[in-house]
């Protein structure tokens, strides 16, 4: 925005734009020449063509004709009263060039000055050196009508600097200079072509040439020099949508500072952010609900906000429009918290587009991704999306370092997770310390199931806003033998019959599927999509065997080739291991989905449902709050979850899947039962959803315990007064009278204080007495630092501390087993099944950068990379400094398992590592050719490649190589940053060259 060519533009740009709408002059002769130049200057300006490329803009404007009524001739009877005015009396002899266009060289300016009589103001054209550009400013004054020398070309000023610098003697640009050229983009291609001289010319000659020359021969000289000069290719299209950006953010910003109810083009964000939504999401309306939501007077007065509504009603879409605020306008980070692994990967992807378009920078924190603690950017805003455990090892990396008050938003996705084991804790944890260490970090939690919210309300200071609209109706349904019957409250019983089901089975049919799953599925399927949740992985795979053993034939011609391709794709991913099952079941367009799945396998299958390719998952309850996955019936196998009864938490989240909006009008859920869970289920149906409870308390080493760590080594708190003053803020604070069994919370407190203790995680920095215990100051130590930063689980630091220590008297080096062992969990040790035989084979050969090392120990890859990229941050402790380098090496190796040079690729979002293959193959084998590469290309060249995909690759490698430019030059400035405290002397400012 700050280039020169458009900054000097403006000085012609009514008579420019009536001159592009009228398209390029003919050329002409004599008086039709001057005639049809006096009609184009008369012309009143019209608007510019929304086409026009203006690429090849002709910077000369109206004045590139020598005739007698033109510009120079204009110039020359200026000049001549210039000369003959007696009282300035100037003769011929004196150069008129240099009076009138002289440069001031204590402001580096280029003085162009009128006059005339008739010209009172002085024009300047500033000519600044800036470090970060070069750009011309106009500082020009004129009264209206005297327009002559305010109308000068914006091509010519270039070339009147450079005649100054000839005249100098400078017939080059210094280094100094051409570093600066060369570092700005539009006007690096702008070559300044040297008139051309003759050859026996001296600079002595030249120069007294140029002085005997008048204007009218220097402005000659410069539009001929300059109509040689290649036209830069500005794109003022380009450059007028980024200024119309700047100008709506700029408004949404004062908007928003306000009080006022003008929510502005697209609620208070700019119109190009509906646009984007249109674009790649096909929103083109938000919901009556969406709209009062995000409205609410308690979010323009940024308080915090909890809203709840069923599956599918669009909740996520409110909280992008926030987050979209908080980055654009307010300049502040945001941290959106996710449950799962996918649903941050998919978030990413969708947002990684937005990003690159509206100029924030999008970073993943999960698995073993995410940087302690972020970079620190002076310009780009950035959106961390995370998992749990990473979103509170980001909270603690910016508490620690003083950077809290950068965080402005913090969303939360599925809420009522806060009361659900461990995981929930530390969520618990995250958002206890945002509230205590910042009074401006703005909280939005949503969730479908939330019941107790006035504890959830009290606990985050927040306002609560909800509403049942779903956008696709949702019909429940009880199957019961062959009879179907529809859920419904107001009945007597709780539900209404609806109809027998039609099916005509064999005896090996009745025998093999008693509860009527083919004949369900078969009402559906290949047409519309169909999940089937089973109780455990087994009866997944069990029920997609059996279903395809009874389907028609005539379900393998639906689509089959692109079945046929995904097949060759998943043997690809699975290292040509494919299940035998998956073998026999995708040809029907089946499949199951579970956690024994890899994650790149998992994620194949998922993209494969989402194209239609599949239209069958059986499945179990994790794929209820996993990866947005809709389908037009949902089918439950069984009323249970393992040997556990349904919660109606998980029931609502199941059903939830049905029903997709824009595709279905309708979603059904049908429940399979049997008449001895009868009254069960008919109390499942009309209980209230459960409650959330803390497990703050009740997860001891990962909950309590480490909070209070955590407490200490980040400097929180510092005794035990403190302490309780913080635990009484904590959900667990809010419930304790119900959950605490008797104790007191001062009590716990105590209690888990002395226990850190005990395990020498922390100490007193001085004996104290009995009555002076709660005031006296605590410290964390070395060993409870390391089990900070690596957020390990504290049941186990002490046990591992003694491992590591012993296993640097002999650590084996040959292979990566002896590392992969001192890194496997403690909690995962009854999972591992090593197969020694496997082990036995391939000792002498093993290379963990191509094959899969966890096949060896029996442990899926993503719990061995989980823990190594805990222990990698070992750092803590200088004893085991031979980990940190060795572990660093493995975490790499082992989030990827694939070959080096497809790690690059494997950095993107969406790209697992078949379609890093495919896309090595083809010739994109750096972040820099995906960056550039064309969508279309790439799907006419991959295989199996949507449009939609395409496009999100590319938008996810031009925001990690984005991301990593900026890194970069963030880290180029902080090494030419002189420090602040040299000895003796005050920091001088260094100035950008």
Known sequence: MDSPGPGIRRRVSARKRSRRSAGPPEPEQGEEEEEEEGRRRRRPGSPEPPEYDDSGEDMFGDYDSFAENSFLAQVGDLEQKYMQSPEH????????????????????????????????????????????????????????????????????????????????????????????????????????????????????????????????????????????????????????????????????????????????????????????????????????????????????????????????????????????????????????????VAIVQEKISSLSSFGVELGFFVEEY?????????????????????????????????????????????????????????????????????????????????????????????????????????????????????????????????????????????????????????????????????????????????????????????????????????????????????????????????????????????????????????????CTSTLAAGVNLPARRVILRAPYIANQFLKRNQYKQMIGRAGRAGIDTVGESILILQEKDKDLVLGLLNSPLENCYSHLGQEITKGIQSLLLSLIGLKIARNLESIYQFMCSTFFGIQQKSLSEGKSLWEISRQALASLIEKGLLQRKSVCKNEEESQCDLQITKLGQASLKGTLDLAYCGILYKDLKKGLEGLVLESYLHLIYLTTPYDMVSQCKPDWMIYLRQFNHLSPAEQKVAAIVGVSESLITKKASGQAVKKELEEFWVYRALLTELTKKMSYCVKADLIPLMEVTGVLEARAKQLYDAGYKTLAHLVNADPEVLIRTIKHLSRRQAKQIVSSAKMLLNEKAAALQEEVEDLLRPPPDIPGITAPILQEQ
């Open 89 to 340: 009396k100037i003769t011929t002899t004196q150069p008129a060039f240099g009076k009138l266009c002289s440069k001031n060289t204590e402001t580096n300016e280029l003085d162009v000055i009128a006059t005339d009589s008739n010209l009172t103001e002085v024009k300047t054209l500033n000519y600044c050196y800036s470090p970060k550009s070069l750009s011309l400013q106009e500082n020009l004054i004129i009264r209206p009508g005297d327009d002559l020398l305010y109308d000068v070309p914006c091509s010519q000023a270039l070339y009147f600097e450079k005649i100054k610098d000839s005249s100098n003697g400078l017939n080059k640009l210094s280094a100094k200079e051409s570093d600066s050229l060369s570092s700005h983009q539009t006007l690096s291609e702008i070559p300044l072509e040297q008139p051309q001289e003759k050859k026996n010319s001296s600079p002595k000659s030249t120069e007294s040439d140029m002085s005997r020359r008048s204007l009218k021969d220097c402005l000659k000289s410069a539009m001929t020099g300059n109509a040689k000069v290649q036209t830069p290719k500005f794109s003022k299209s380009k450059q007028m949508k980024e200024a119309i950006l700047s100008e709506e953010i700029n408004v949404a910003k004062r908007t928003m500072e306000s009080s006022s109810d003008d929510l502005g083009p697209f609620y208070s964000l700019p119109s190009k952010v509906r646009d984007l939504f249109v674009q790649y999401k096909g929103i083109k309306k938000l919901y009556d609900w969406q709209h009062t939501c995000l409205t609410l007077t308690c979010l323009q007065q940024r308080r915090n906000l909890i809203y709840s509504l069923p599956t599918s009603g669009g909740k996520t879409l409110v909280a992008e429009i926030l987050m979209l605020q908080e980055l654009l306008c307010r300049q502040k980070n945001v941290l959106m918290i996710l449950p799962y």
């Open 366 to 618: 999960a698995g073993s991704k995410g940087r302690f603690p972020p970079i620190k950017r002076r310009g780009k805003k950035s959106l961390y999306i995370a998992t749990i455990e990473k979103g509170h090892g980001l909270i603690n990396s910016l508490i620690e370092d003083g950077r809290i008050n950068e965080l402005g938003l913090v969303v939360i996705d599925e809420l009522h997770m806060i009361g659900e084991g461990s995981r929930g804790a530390i969520l618990e944890i995250t958002l206890a310390k945002i509230l205590y260490t910042s009074k401006t970090t703005q909280i939005i939690g949503m969730s479908a199931t939330l019941n107790n919210v006035e504890e959830l309300q009290e606990f985050l200071k927040a306002e609560y806003y909800s509403s049942k609209f779903r956008p696709v109706e949702l019909k429940e349904y009880l199957k019961i033998n062959d009879t179907i019957y529809e859920v419904d409250i107001k009945a007597e019983k709780g539900y209404t019959f609806s109809r027998l089901l039609k099916c005509k089975y064999s005896d090996n049919l009745k025998k093999m599927d008693p509860d009527h799953l083919v004949a369900l599925v078969t009402e559906v399927i290949p047409h519309y999509s169909c999940l089937v949740f089973c109780p455990t992985k087994k009866n997944c795979e069990n029920v997609a065997e059996m279903i395809c053993k009874f389907l028609n034939k005539d379900y393998l011609k639906h689509r089959e080739k692109e079945k046929c391709d995904f097949l060759k794709n998943l043997k690809n991913v699975s290292n040509g291991g494919l299940c035998p099952i998956l073998k026999r079941t995708i040809p029907f367009g089946v499949a199951y989905h579970h956690s024994g799945l890899t994650s790149d396998e998992r994620k194949v299958l998922e993209e494969a449902y989402a194209t239609g390719v599949l239209c069958l998952l059986t």
